[in-house]
């Protein structure tokens, strides 16, 4: 089982939906987490941390399943510049804090 | 002055050449990582470096040779590299490696080997 899985789409939306990417991870000893966004032919920026009880930062809410080890981003009222991948990044448990990246889910958001 | 710099932007070497890639942060890091990535593949980790000392080898082919002379410089030294090692080698820095935090990423050096 890969480390940090996730669809890699792409998902496919009209402007102004909600959308929701999963993320899921193998180890239970996993402390941080995050999601990531990397445009096309950019380096990835950090869009939200993802705490245990869920947060929220404007249209993007983050949450926190601990006991099915997976993360989830939400996305409402989508924008064309909302196209991108999102990353999915895992740190910590086993001693080790480098963070591990999925492989990224590619959103698409058309007029 | 953006965070984390890298050059060159685009590379284009042959199997027999040598190369380096250069990343400085001007974010007063301690922290600096080297990431490769290819297509619909994770970034994977190669190096990571805390406070100039190599605490990760991602069993990387001895052809990729880092070199971290100080908290704000990172190389990448490239020899006899193979066309698969084409992509995109990102470079990154973070406060520290316990507890990292957010990453800092450059804008990426974008390595053709023909």
């Known amino acids: 089982r890969k480390e940090v899985e996730q669809d890699p789409g792409p998902f496919n939306v009209p402007e102004g939906a909600t959308v929701a990417f999963n993320c899921t991870y193998s180890n239970s000893a996993s402390q941080s987490f995050f999601w990531y966004r990397q445009d096309c032919r950019k380096e990835p920026k950090l869009l939200m941390s993802?705490?245990?009880s869920g947060n929220e930062d404007g249209r993007f809410t983050a949450q926190l399943n601990r006991a099915s080890q997976y993360i989830s981003l939400l996305i409402r009222d989508s924008k064309l510049s909302d196209s991108a991948t999102y990353l999915c990044?895992?740190?910590?448990?086993?001693?080790?804090?480098?963070?591990?990246f999925g492989r990224g889910t590619s959103l698409i958001v058309h007029p | 002055e953006t965070g984390v710099t890298q050059t060159p932007r685009h590379l284009v070497m042959g199997m027999t050449n040598k190369k380096s890639l250069k990343c400085e942060q001007h974010?007063?890091?301690?922290?600096m990582y080297w990431y490769k990535q290819s297509a619909k593949k994770p970034l994977e980790l190669m190096f990571v470096y805390n406070f100039k000392e190599q605490t990760e080898n991602n069993s990387v082919p001895s052809r990729f040779s880092p070199e971290c002379p100080n908290s704000s410089h990172l190389f990448l030294h490239l020899h006899t590299l193979q066309p698969e090692d084409s992509a995109l080698y990102l470079c990154a820095s973070s406060h520290g490696t316990a507890n990292t935090g957010e990453l800092f990423f450059g804008e990426g050096s974008r390595l053709t080997v023909l």
């Open positions: 974010l007063g890091h301690n922290a």
């Open positions: 990044v895992v740190q910590g448990g086993g001693g080790s804090y480098i963070p591990t």
């Open positions: 993802v705490y245990s």
